[in-house]
């Protein structure tokens, strides 16, 4: 099995949202009184694709797989304004491919981005429900530092929790 990590780019943005919309109802669904429907339009569509991809502080990254797009990265080139800092803003492969070392390879990917970037600090967000992603990032060498909760009606209650999570270069 071949894998590649490829930058995308805006003439990208309908292949995104079409990989999006695959691969967030395979863990989220259930955590919407809607399925998560909502959220993806407003989050996923191909014109807010587009926005994010024409953004120069933010890159996106295909994983693929034999050819395949599997899986993506995004990256935000600062983190509440601290310059010194990245974000991984998501980090998202399909299921059939979990349990493989490809998120592993993915996270890598972002922290030595911000590496070469002479970034001190590494942000991410995960919900808290997501036991064994939080677990997957602390082995990683990230911490949890800070929760907060989601504003969103149509998240289930118990869901609405979100982690921030750092990682000291």
Not at 81 to 102: A, F, K, M, P, V
Request: proline letters at 2%; glycine letters at 4%.
């Amino acid at each position: 099995m071949s894998h590649k990590i490829i930058k995308a780019t805006p003439s990208d943005h309908k292949i995104l949202s079409d990989l999006c919309y695959q691969i967030y109802p395979q863990t989220y669904s259930n955590w919407w009184y809607d399925s998560g429907k909502w959220f993806m339009e407003v989050m996923y569509n191909p014109d807010k694709m587009l926005i994010e991809l024409e953004d120069k502080n933010t890159e996106f990254y295909f994983l693929t797989l034999n050819e395949d797009i599997i899986g993506y990265l995004k990256i935000n080139h600062s983190f509440k304004n601290e310059t010194d800092s990245l974000e991984i803003e998501r980090l998202y492969i399909n299921q059939t491919h979990t349990g493989q070392g490809l998120g592993n390879k993915l996270l890598n990917f972002g922290v030595e981005i911000a590496r070469t970037l002479n970034r001190k600090t590494v942000y991410l967000k995960v919900m808290a429900s997501g036991n064994s992603t939080i677990k997957f990032y602390e082995k990683n060498g990230f911490e949890t530092i800070n929760s907060e909760l989601l504003p969103f009606e149509l998240l289930k209650s118990e869901f609405r929790t979100i982690n921030t999570m750092k990682k000291i270069l």
